[in-house]
């Protein structure tokens, strides 16, 4: 199983920039498909992001154009770089991962981070 650890959240103005991380470990890193979810309050966990072994990636439409997702394999970590902020967009973001194979269902997800706040104040 992969470990995951998330950072990089805050509080930021709508309209602004977070990027995220999330360093693993305890699998080869650069054969694992990872992934991005997040929950809002009262809301089912949902699918932002993902990116392949290979660099694929696949979005949400509702993020499609201002996130991006990356990942340096050398360190081990995924980046979510998120651009105009909305305040829609607040809520506690999770890296997943663990697999090779991307996908975009919450509970086909076999390893997940503890989660980092993001609020996008208006």
């Known amino acids: 199983q992969v470990q995951l650890v998330e950072s990089g959240g805050g509080l930021v103005q709508a309209g602004g920039s977070l990027r995220l991380s999330c360093a693993a470990s305890?699998?080869?890193?650069?054969?694992?498909?990872m992934h991005w979810f997040r929950q809002a309050p009262g809301k089912e966990r949902e699918f932002v992001a993902a990116?392949?072994?290979?660099?694929?990636?696949y979005y949400a439409d509702s993020v499609n154009g201002r996130f991006t997702i990356s990942r340096d394999n050398a360190k081990n970590t995924v980046y979510l770089q998120m651009n105009s902020l909305k305040p829609e967009d607040t809520a506690v973001y999770y890296c997943?991962?663990?697999?090779?194979?991307?996908?975009?269902?919450?509970?086909?997800?076999?390893?997940w981070g503890q989660g980092t706040q993001v609020t996008v104040s208006s």
């Open positions: 990116i392949s072994w290979s660099g694929g990636t």
């Open positions: 997943a991962g663990g697999d090779s194979v991307v996908v975009t269902a919450s509970g086909h997800v076999s390893s």
């Open positions: 305890g699998r080869i890193f650069s054969i694992l498909a």
